[in-house]
């Protein structure tokens, strides 16, 4: 049996072995830590096909000087002298453009509502995943005439894909959350969206894979790879050596390092955003939701939760976290939900975790030039597990070299040369 080497333990990683294991292969997952704290699980929860407008949109980075000196701006690039960091902003401010936006739509659709799909008719359909999945729609809420009228824009946009989406008025949007008064003029209603409560997804995801006897090997960090003929014959880790007949790179944030061993540029960098989660929530929504202006997002998860995040930090992954940033977040969800009143919570009860940013907002999925049995899965941002079954799924054709469910040229690992 041909044995896979998966590096890489979040969602994308334990997706890709999902569905290798399935295929037949036997399956290795090499952890840098315990599996149990990563980018997969603080995040907000979204399964969310309404997410087709990449990262490096027209204006962001005008924007993004503008937030420079403000420690709770909801975008920050940290200045430093970083080649890899001036080489990837030189690529993001040249894809922020309306032409990118037009053509990543499409793409974005496509991997979205195959991974939707594979979540609902593959995974959740199973008692093994008790995950809090709900499709019910996500709200996107605006407060100024000028985000509506980008919303109406949006709406179009997405209707024309063939997207679920609806303009809602002020007075429909707070029909929808009578819980609480709601400061905003209006929102989209996505009804394609769902969501679901991250750590419940992951431990399952966990306990599945060793149910079927994949092995997860935590806090080994893979140091380099032995090549020969073009291939990579073995993977070496702080503590041994793994035989390969084909690797799969799912590293995130830290995926420009080892794809450079494999002789591969990947401009790439880490985001980083917070999160805050409260249990038996005195708050309550019945919905998921963007809020525009604030740049934060909100989730019901699990019955009894409630959770805040945000923030997208563009540093390294060694820089402290700046927590001044949670509180622009809760200071966003104040500003559109006037009776959430969510103290600054310490600091052993917020999470953050570091997004792995492409430099035009699309993931990068496919084989490498330089070794024929590499596959690299990374670059997804915000939208890891929104992606993350449909990435495994491409992930496992791949290494099968089996026709791809979708086209994955928009996506390839080489495409900025």
Known sequence: MENVIVVGGGIIGLS?????????????VLERSD???????GNCGYVCPSHFIPLATPGIVRQGLKWMLNAQSPFYVQPRLSRSLIEWGLKFMKSATKQHVERSAIPLRDIALLSQQEYEKNWFSTPAFDVAYEHKGLLEIFQTRAAAEHAHHT??????????????SYEALQAKEPHTRINGLGAIFFKCDAHLYPDRLMHSLIAVLRERGVTLVPDEEVIRFETANGAVKRVITTRQAYTASAV???TGSWSRELAAQLDTRLPLMPGRGYSVTLEDSPYHVNYPAIL???RAAITPMDGNKIRFGGTMEVTSTDTPPRYSRVQGILNAVRQFFPEFDVPMPPKEKIWYGYRPCSADGLPYIGRIKSYDN????????????????????LVSELIGEQATSIDLRPFAVERFG
């Open 155 to 168: 709406v179009e946009k997405a209707q024309q894909i063939g997207l679920d989406a609806t303009m809602l």
């Open 35 to 41: 599996f149990l704290d990563n980018c997969s699980y």
């Open 292 to 294: 525009v202006e604030g």
């Open 16 to 28: 890709s072995a999902y569905y290798l294991q399935q295929a037949g292969y036997s399956v290795t």
């Open 248 to 250: 799969v790179l799912a």
């Open 374 to 393: 590499v596959v690299i899965a990374t670059g997804h941002s915000m939208l890891g597990l929104s992606l993350g079954a449909g990435t495994g799924k």
